[in-house]
């Protein structure tokens, strides 16, 4: 582990950390409450790979007992990249033993160049929990079902707005969720890696249409199949 977490009230901010298995983590009871995570810079999770896939990497990981809560935190202008290693869970991850509510990621870069679970991954119970203005790049083996750029469970009052996704095979992965009134929209889909299961909402669409007619949102969302994203995560002139 890089750093833990064991306090509330609490500002992470212009940090480099790399080579850790898990650059930030949190999982003490009773929980946390106001975290700041701003301007860090997390990298090259892969000096933990071992060949029995034993530790998972992540960027951010939160988990807890059960009975943990986790509110107002604030993860955003943040920059993930590098070698992120063969068995990284994600970027972002917050596990179904804790609670988070009034929980936001927003303008962050996660350029992740292999498999994941998700890029930001959050199974918790939780409300009030949005990401937007985030640029979300992945690579995972062609034709997978991994590799999700955004994937929430169990939410209620969720928002996603405005993000980039760009190579994910799984765009946008949802499973027992409702959005916040008019949460679901302005986002930009780019190049699909698995263009058969390019959105989940109860089950995979193939197509943009699909996707806002199953979900009733995301009425002025793009979808660019050349995918318009250059190194860093720059977009080029569409």
Not at 5 to 27: M, P, Q, R, Y
Not at 39 to 44: A, E, R, S
Not at 89 to 118: K, L, R
Not at 182 to 205: K, Q
Request: with cysteine; net charge negative; aromatic share 12%.
């Amino acid at each position: 582990w890089g750093v833990a977490l064991s306090a509330n009230n609490l500002i992470f901010s212009g940090n480099d950390v790399s080579e850790a298995d898990h650059c930030l983590i949190g999982g003490q009871d009773p929980g946390y409450s106001n975290v700041n995570v701003f301007g860090n810079h997390f990298h090259d999770l892969n000096a933990w790979n071992d060949v029995a896939g034993y530790f998972h990497h992540d960027g951010i990981h939160f988990w807890g007992s059960g009975s943990t809560t986790l509110s107002n935190v604030n993860i955003y202008d943040n920059l993930f990249d590098g070698d992120n290693g063969n068995t990284m869970t994600a970027e972002i991850f917050v596990e179904h033993t804790i609670s988070i509510s009034n929980f936001s990621i927003f303008n962050n870069v996660i350029i992740t160049p292999q498999t994941a679970s998700g890029l930001i991954l959050i199974q918790s119970p939780g409300d009030s929990v949005s990401a937007f203005n985030n640029t979300l790049i992945s690579v995972p083996p062609t034709g997978s079902v991994q590799g999700s750029c955004l994937r929430f469970e169990n939410m209620t009052n969720l928002t996603i707005k405005n993000n980039v996704t760009d190579t994910c095979s799984v765009q946008v992965n949802l499973a027992v969720v409702t959005f916040a009134s008019g949460g679901l929209d302005y986002n930009i889909y780019e190049h699909m890696n698995n263009p058969a299961v390019a959105w989940s909402y109860y089950h995979f669409d193939s197509t943009l249409a699909a996707w806002q007619q199953d979900t009733g949102g995301d009425a002025h969302a793009a979808y660019h199949p050349a995918g318009d994203l250059g190194t860093g995560g720059m977009p080029s002139i569409w």
